[in-house]
């Protein structure tokens, strides 16, 4: 399945500490994609990265990705109660996104 | 530039009847996709579609769901003779072309409820 798989499930952490979703997959993808959802809402986008990049950044978040391991994680530094979310990645095939159960993150203020 | 319109935001359905479900892109792009999500769960992948055209449709369920993309209007999503399990969010995204080197942008979603 090109589905992603997010770890841990669920996380919760102090306000300024850092926090690192994980993201398994098992077919050769195209790129991957993080996005995030709020509680009710529709999801955000929050980073690409392509099958040839390694790392990238966005502000406060930084997105890796090996493609040997087929294995990608999400760094979000100094996190924020308005963090609050489920993130997702979404490995990308041909035309559509794989998204997997997401990881749900609580900052605690 | 208005992202991705979505609406209804919220359908209540009872069973047998129909639902559709109505994405506007983003100004400039032609290409939609569709997503379902279950409570809990992640968004699973339905259908994508160009103007006119299906270009994927290996996520939708074999009865009862049609999508379409006219050249004209928004794109829509019907589902008929809707049943308790239809119940979920369903979200459409746009991008400005397909293939893979794009984000898509993902609308607000319409949260369906078949009693």
């Known amino acids: 399945s090109q589905q992603g798989e997010e770890d841990p499930q669920a996380l919760s952490i102090q306000e300024g500490e850092n926090a690192t979703m994980n993201c398994s997959y098992k077919?050769?993808?195209?790129?991957l994609q993080w996005y995030r959802q709020n509680s009710g809402r529709g999801l955000v986008h929050l980073i690409l990265i392509r099958s040839n990049e390694r790392e990238k950044h966005s502000g406060r978040l930084r997105v890796t990705l090996d493609t040997s391991k087929k294995s990608s994680s999400l760094l979000i530094t100094a996190s924020r109660a308005a963090d609050t979310a489920s993130y997702f990645c979404a490995p990308q095939g041909a035309n559509n996104l794989f998204f997997g159960t997401g990881t749900r993150l609580t900052v605690i203020p | 530039n208005a992202g991705v319109m979505q609406n209804p935001r919220h359908l209540v359905r009872r069973r047998g009847q129909e639902a559709r479900l109505r994405c506007s892109p983003m100004?400039?792009?032609?290409?939609v996709y569709w997503y379902r999500q279950l409570p809990e769960e992640g968004l699973k992948f339905m259908v994508y579609?160009?103007?006119?055209?299906?270009?994927?449709e290996s996520g939708m369920p074999k009865e009862r769901f049609s999508a379409e993309f006219p050249k004209e209007g928004p794109s829509i999503l019907r589902i008929q003779q809707v049943v308790r399990g239809d119940s979920a969010a369903y979200f459409c995204?746009?991008?400005?072309?397909?293939?893979?080197?794009?984000?898509?942008?993902f609308g607000p979603g319409t949260r369906l409820t078949v009693t």
């Open positions: 100004k400039g792009h032609s290409h």
């Open positions: 579609l160009q103007k006119e055209n299906i270009i994927d």
């Open positions: 995204a746009s991008s400005p072309t397909g293939g893979t080197a794009y984000e898509q942008y």
């Open positions: 077919t050769s993808i195209n790129n």
